[in-house]
């Protein structure tokens, strides 16, 4: 297990129980306090979400057995972490909601005689479009995170493929060192070789000579 993982991860565990909390707390509150603290939650969120993009790194780039564990854990933390996104987007939809009605309800009560039923639908129609406005705007963002996740982890595997490619290579390179070194002590047995077929033949042609001298001097005697 890898203690910079683990690091990331205590982080992350304690930043995720304080996130409840204020999710909670966030709940139970209205107005301007009620913005304050899901400005809170919305910056605590973006430190969750680098602290996951830290851990997916350090993940990848263990051994495989280690790697598929952490990355199984790591799932549910982005599982997590969905959640609180999910229940921060209800408290704020909430908030928006009461805001339009309170907004709709101080319209009503200034110009109970001239606002038709025309206008407050044109307000209602507006407070929906900067709801789905501001979804749409959290959409983005968080597939934006994705992609850039994805980009990561494409760019770790391509490291590794990377780091593979060289390894390889210098065990080629190494094969082919060895391969010179053999042919080298090939040529110089072959060689050695021719040179002690000469000597013998030398060896064989002195005593054969000495051999006919020999016997030449005994004939003649």
Not at 173 to 186: A, E
Request: with cysteine; hydrophobic share 35%.
């Amino acid at each position: 297990m890898s203690t910079v993982f683990e690091g990331y991860e205590r982080q992350y565990c304690e930043l995720s129980a304080n996130l409840s909390k204020k999710c909670t707390s966030a709940s139970l509150l209205d107005g301007e306090q009620k913005k304050q603290k899901v400005s809170e939650i919305q910056t605590e969120l973006d430190a969750a979400e680098s602290l996951l993009r830290k851990m997916d790194l350090e993940a990848r780039s263990l051994q495989p057995n280690v790697k598929a564990v952490l990355l199984a854990k790591l799932r549910e933390y982005k599982s997590d972490l969905n959640n609180l996104k999910s229940e921060v987007k209800r408290i704020t939809s909430t908030n928006l909601n009461q805001a339009a009605r309170d907004e709709l309800l101080e319209s009503g009560m200034a110009d109970a005689l001239t606002v038709s039923a025309d206008q407050r639908t044109r307000l209602l129609m507006s407070t929906e479009r900067v709801t789905k406005s501001s979804d749409r705007i959290r959409e983005s963002r968080r597939t934006m995170l994705e992609t850039e996740e994805l980009g990561v982890s494409i760019l770790q595997d391509l490291h590794q493929q990377r780091q593979s490619l060289l390894h390889a290579h210098d065990t080629l390179h190494g094969v082919d060192d060895n391969i010179g070194r053999s042919k080298k002590i090939l040529t110089n047995m072959s060689r050695r070789m021719s040179r002690n077929k000469w000597i013998i033949g030398s060896i064989i042609a002195v005593l054969v000579l000495a051999i006919i001298l020999i016997l030449y001097f005994k004939l003649k005697k």
